[in-house]
């Protein structure tokens, strides 16, 4: 039975770094200048999310002062502060800077090297209890990190990390699985089937990492790529030619459901990977452009943080549309205090520091500040 993490991260949902390929894809526009609104409310998000920062450096609405003991930590906690790091670095915070945030985001970075304890084969899910889902979330987090802690011993931790959870990405991808399931991943590295929701971590992280310098196998990619193109739902004819123009990508192969999220998801894996004019990105962002998300949306969150990312990569009006709604969507929805809250199904129970980290990252499509976001 799929924890609640699962649940909530899984069907919410990084994103997606590569190297710049000049002419494969359609140009976004160039990075325009923030407004004041969307300024102003990143500004109240970020110091809401600096006041949930435990005294042993991971993010939580729930208060402690408990004591952390390597390899004995809260549930998720290595998870969701990884998406905080992300959502601080995403608007120009890193580990180590003079400012409040960047000592913040470098206390919970080695929060989570210093207290996650891989298993043997570098699993990463196991100490928070989020399995693959946490493993593809920290893991991503970690390559984003690679050289940018100011504390030598820290940096040598983390690309020790990351090194062995890529390669425990690659063999959990060659379990052997159905035809329609391989090339993809799911609940623990030894899962026989796969869902786009976990994959989709686990290959953004395989491409940040080879965009980083670790070695990764072109075909532990591609198998990934075929995977998620398995998950797109248009009808094909005789021939294996897409027969629509617009399509979303469902939550299995073949099968399951076919969401804002899952197809925002979908579209921002395939573009990570290098896949910028496939039918499966020209049809799903067609897609999503003819049926806009909105703020009560199962999982709106989680799909939001695809959709701002992969409507702006694919450019033109997909890109000036999804901005536009994207950041009317996020300003309207925040709280009072700085806080955006999730508000429906499983995703309400993940709390406000997941949505908040989300809704930076959302936020965040044209600062650049991480490789992940950079065209």
Known sequence: MPSLFAKIIGFVLILALYAPMAGLHAQAPRAEIISPQVKIAVDRGLAWLLKQQQPAGFFSEQKTDKKIQ???IPSHSAAMTSLAIMGLASVGHLPGDPTPEGQAAQRALKYVV?????????YLGRSDRSRMYGHGI????????????????????VRSMTEKAI?????????PKSDANKGGWRYEPASSDSDISVSVWQLMSLRAAKNSGIEVPKEAIDNGIAYIKRS????????GNLKQLEAAFSYEPYGGRQTFSTTSAGLLSLQVAGQYNIPEVLGSSNWLLKFPPEVNEPWFYYGCYYYAQGMYHRGGDHAATARQKTEQMLVGAQSPEGAWF???????SAGPVYA???ALLS???YHHFLPIYQK
């Open 114 to 122: 210093d207290h996650v304890e891989p298993d043997e084969n570098g």
């Open 342 to 348: 999730p508000r429906n199904g499983n995703e309400k």
């Open 363 to 365: 936020l965040s499509v």
């Open 167 to 175: 390669k425990l990405i690659i063999r959990a991808q060659q379990v």
């Open 356 to 358: 908040t980290s989300l």
């Open 70 to 72: 390597r390899g004995d």
């Open 138 to 157: 920290i893991t991503l987090m970690l390559t984003e990190m690679l050289g940018m802690s100011p504390d030598i011993e820290t940096d040598k931790k």
């Open 232 to 239: 797109y739902r248009a009808e094909r004819d005789s021939n």
